[in-house]
Nanobody
Framework: QVQLVESGGGLVQAGGSLRLSCAIS????????LGWFRQAPGKEREFVSA????????YYSDSVKGRFTISRNDVKNTGYLQMNSLKPEDTAVYYC???????????????WGQGTQVTVSS
């Protein structure tokens, strides 16, 4: 059974930074593409970022491009989302997910973390 455990969420002022971590267990992380999604209250879950198994291709939504950075460390079986210049509009529950192939669609992912709350104040 593959499990993902997220950490790093919290409360931060606008303009601040947070780094989210996603630790995978059960199988080597190197076998999976990593995706990050977020969901605000009353809104649909939206794609944030994704990275291929090799790390050679990276994708971002337009709303976070230039501010967020996705990365992975397969030796540590951990993925990351570095979030800089945070805005109140970034407030949401953030989820990491693993898939055999990289995708922007949530239904393509096989395993999900529990989610971590990120709140950005004005």
């Amino acid at each position: 059974q593959v499990q993902l455990v997220e950490s790093g969420g919290g409360l931060v002022q606008a303009g601040g930074s947070l780094r989210l971590s996603c630790a995978i267990s059960g199988r080597p992380f190197s076998r999976y593409a990593l995706g990050w999604f977020r969901q605000a209250p009353g809104k649909e879950r939206e794609f944030v970022s994704a990275i291929t198994t090799s790390g050679t291709s990276i994708y971002y939504s337009d709303s976070v491009k230039g501010r967020f950075t996705i990365s992975r460390n397969d030796v540590k079986n951990t993925g990351y989302l570095q979030m800089n210049s945070l805005k109140p509009e970034d407030t949401a529950v953030y989820y990491c997910a693993a898939a055999k192939f990289v995708a922007r669609i949530s239904s393509e992912y096989d395993y999900w973390g529990q989610g971590t709350q990120v709140t950005v104040s004005s």
